[in-house]
């Protein structure tokens, strides 16, 4: 051993493993502040309305993929991330995925549906036929892994896989909001034929069509209420 050098210096204590913990970087704001914010964002989230009818301008990519960042950055289960996005712009594609959907909301609207659920779309307007997904520039197909696959193909668990992805999908519906973008919550029912038509892998399961674009000309929506605070908020 070396003059100066003690024992210590290579136990491994004494080496340097990365350290598990870091300081958070947290941002907070005075209270006025904070109720202002808090305003704001409420005013600019009650904007949101899903839109059925998309004008066929492009959407930049950049900005899909910034608000992907964000879907992303969403808590998980075990911090599993257990979901994947696909971004589907090709017109072919489109068009095979209209015709699947169309294909099972024939089904879901002349059979499978209970009368009662019928009724309850009514004010919607909503039908088996789905233009949008050819007209709007942009779908998202979002994907729920049940389980993850490593490199090697052995499986691993995932926690909380359908909390975790609705959350993510939350923050992605309102980042392309806030981007200035208009999307629809689509969900084909069943919607296996995603993983055919967007060959992904059976440990996904298509979780929700994100429809995206900018509304077209003129668009109109169906005049919805929504349930006051007190209707859906309590304290104790
Ligand atoms: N998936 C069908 C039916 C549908 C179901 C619900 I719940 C909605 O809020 C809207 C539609 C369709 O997309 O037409």
């Known amino acids: 051993m070396e003059m100066g050098t003690s024992r210590s210096d290579t136990r491994p204590e004494d080496s340097h493993p990365p350290e598990r913990f870091m300081p958070l970087e947290f941002q907070g704001y005075p209270e006025e502040e904070m109720d202002s914010r808090a305003w704001a964002f409420y005013a600019e989230m ?3 309305r899903s839109v059925r009818d998309f004008s066929p ?23 599993k991330q257990p979901w994947h996005f696909v971004v589907v712009t090709d017109p072919t594609l489109k068009r095979r995925i209209r015709e699947a959907a169309e294909e099972e909301e024939r089904a879901f609207y002349t059979r499978r549906a209970p009368e009662e659920w019928l009724q309850d779309l009514a004010p919607l307007g909503t039908g088996p036929e789905k233009p949008f997904l050819e007209a709007a520039p942009c779908l998202i197909a979002i994907f729920a892994q049940a389980y993850g696959v490593d490199g090697q193909g052995r499986r691993h668990k995932h926690y909380y896989v359908s909390e975790s992805v609705g959350i993510a999908t939350g923050f992605l519906i309102a980042a392309l909001h806030h981007a200035g973008l208009a999307c629809l919550t689509h ?13 992904r892998p059976p440990n996904e399961r298509p979780f929700l069509l994100l429809v995206v674009g900018y509304p077209a000309e003129g668009a109109q929506v169906p005049r919805i209420r929504r349930k006051r605070l007190r209707e859906f908020v309590t304290w104790r």
Do not use: D, Q
């Open 46 to 48: 009650r904007r949101r």
């Open 187 to 199: 969900t084909p029912s069943p919607m296996r034929f995603l993983n055919t038509i967007l060959e």
């Open 57 to 79: 301008r492009p959407v930049p990519r950049a900005v899909i993929e910034a608000c992907l960042r964000t879907a992303g950055s969403a808590p998980s289960g075990a911090n």
